[in-house]
């Protein structure tokens, strides 16, 4: 039988306390992005002008988020500018 280090146990639980928020937080996006782009494999098509792509539905969604922040970027950076 294995002997435990007395205080093995609260050394683990005070490095966990000890990691900020944000940290945690930032874990727990990145767990539900996977399990969405896991459950999200599918084919999907889209048309635009005329164009069709096929491609899986969560990079057809990333690719849709990511004009979107480039958008709200662009337009925050027009107004700062003014």
Not at 38 to 67: D, I, K
């Amino acid at each position: 039988m294995s002997t435990v280090r007395a205080g093995w146990g609260r050394a683990i639980g005070t490095k966990l306390r000890a990691v900020p928020v944000t940290t945690w937080l930032a874990l727990a996006i990145v767990v539900v992005a996977l399990v969405f782009v896991l459950q999200n494999r599918n084919e999907t098509s889209v048309h635009l002008f005329g164009a069709a792509l096929t491609a899986p539905l969560w990079l057809t969604l990333l690719f849709t988020f990511l004009a979107g922040v480039l958008a709200g970027w662009l337009g925050k950076r027009r107004r700062t500018r003014r």
